[in-house]
């Protein structure tokens, strides 16, 4: 590779060769790049001329002796490999076969790859670690992050084309004791269906949803652990609102997906933008539905109370394992009984499931205390060609407690957890163990993925 007086890192990270040994501004590239020359021109810091040339000025003699593995990295098959090709296929790979997320984990000795599907983690391929400084290089570069900066935590996204789409990915970096480890987060790679039914809400539960969304103001909140989906729900109410006479308006840590006609705020704290501020600074621009991507605090939850108790229509999120649990977190955070009480319309619990694949499950007579079972059938995964784990996918179960007068009634400081559960089931509250235990007996998901789903204890 013929050297231009500009630091060698450069051709390292990108698929070129300098053409002049002047100021070095033309390079040669096989296959012409207008991501490649952006990028390197953010790099170099001025502008650059990218030319397209042959293997053979591409690859001079004088480079193959100088310089015989600084630009390719050979994989196991014998082909040629760089950070730019190795990551346009690690998320076109995810993209298609429905992962969630990238997973680049250093070792002393080489790096692996891990992706996520249907929540689990496996192992993709494990890659020699010359490669590995040149793929986090590209990675810093696509997301805005500061290349240099290898000991804190950092966040960004980018956008990767894909067969005519777009994919928003996320990307967070962390030191470990042996190098930088980062994450992908693919958003919405197949374009899910923001749709009550879409998101897996079964004609009982979409009817009362409907309902629900169509009141002027009050509090819905979506309850679940991290990955459950909750935030999917979240834009699907979204979706079912935005219509040209409301102004709805979001915060969020990170916004995740971009919705035409929703005004969108990102959480920003070196700007001064947190969730508090942000959220009074939103009730001053006229909205009728307020989305608050997380309650955190006390005061994150009594602005959004307020609000909902003003004629604001709010929707937001709280880690809590089950809904009547949501609003003892509530009490617990120190906000007032009489706002709760006053504010809050519905909570709606939720996890995702893995789904059995109808082409190799198997059935089994069972017997299990926890989801009532004596000796019934169910059915449990296998594995096979087309499904390779026994799974196809993934469905959310949903837990929905409404908020009326009688629970209104009953919340006060000294509130207890099974009170407000059994009221609720009275009412007609289908607890998330009683869905599971349908989805069990109708042969969609397996006993071990309905364990995993709730805490049994």
């Known amino acids: 590779m013929k050297s231009s007086g500009i630091d060698s890192k450069v051709f390292k990270t990108f698929p070129v060769c300098s053409l002049d040994n002047g100021e070095g501004i033309r390079f040669g590239i096989l296959k012409y790049s207008h991501t490649v020359k952006d990028d390197m021109e953010f790099l170099l810091g001025h502008s650059i001329e990218l030319v397209e040339v042959s293997e053979k000025i591409f690859f001079g003699e004088e480079a193959r002796k100088e310089e015989p593995s600084s630009l390719f990295e050979e994989r196991e098959n014998g082909e040629e490999e760089t950070a730019v090709h190795l990551l346009e296929h690690l998320i076109e790979y995810a993209a298609e076969n429905l992962c969630s997320d990238i997973h680049i984990e250093p070792f002393q000795k080489g790096f692996r790859i891990r992706m996520r599907k249907n929540g689990s983690l496996f192992v993709y391929r494990q890659y020699n670690s010359s490669l590995l400084s040149e793929l986090i290089a590209r990675i810093k570069i696509l997301s805005s992050l500061d290349i240099s900066e290898k000991r804190k935590p950092q966040d960004g996204r980018f956008t990767q084309n894909l067969k005519n789409k777009k994919i928003d990915i996320r990307v967070s970096s962390i030191s470990t004791i042996v190098g930088e480890k980062i994450v992908l987060r693919l958003l919405d790679p197949l374009g899910l269906e923001y749709s009550m039914e879409g998101i897996g809400m079964n004609e009982k539960q979409r009817t009362l949803m409907e309902l629900l969304l169509k009141q002027p103001q009050g509090l819905i909140l979506v309850a679940g652990p991290t990955g459950s989906g909750k935030t999917s729900t979240l834009y699907t109410f979204l979706q079912q609102l935005n219509t040209e006479e409301r102004n709805i308006i979001t915060i969020e840590d990170p916004v995740e997906f971009q919705i035409p006609g929703v005004n969108q705020i990102q959480v920003n704290p070196k700007a001064g933008i947190t969730f508090e501020n942000g959220l009074k600074s939103m009730l001053r ?17 009594e602005i959004a109370l307020r609000s909902s108790i003003t004629g604001h229509l709010v929707t937001s999120t709280i880690h809590t394992s089950d809904s009547p649990s949501s609003i003892i977190r509530l009490l617990d955070m120190g906000v007032e009984p009489y706002m709760v009480s006053a504010g809050i319309t519905a909570v709606i619990s939720q996890r995702l499931v893995r789904v059995l694949c109808p082409k190799c499950k198997t059935e089994e007579k069972t017997n299990d205390s926890i989801f009532a079972l004596d000796n019934q059938t169910i059915y449990k995964k296998v594995g096979c060609q087309h499904c390779k784990d026994g799974y196809v996918g993934r469905k959310a179960v949903f ?5 009326n007068d009688k629970i209104r009634s009953m919340i006060h400081k000294d509130l207890q957890l099974d009170a407000i559960r059994k009221q609720g089931e009275r009412m007609g509250m289908v607890s998330l163990k009683e869905n599971l235990r349908e989805l069990l007996l109708q042969g969609e998901t397996s006993l071990e993925e309905a364990y995993r789903a709730i805490t049994t204890l």
């Open 285 to 301: 621009q006229d909205p009728e539905v307020l989305m608050i991507g997380e309650i955190r605090n006390a005061e994150t939850a």
């Open 399 to 403: 837990e929905i407690l409404i908020v």
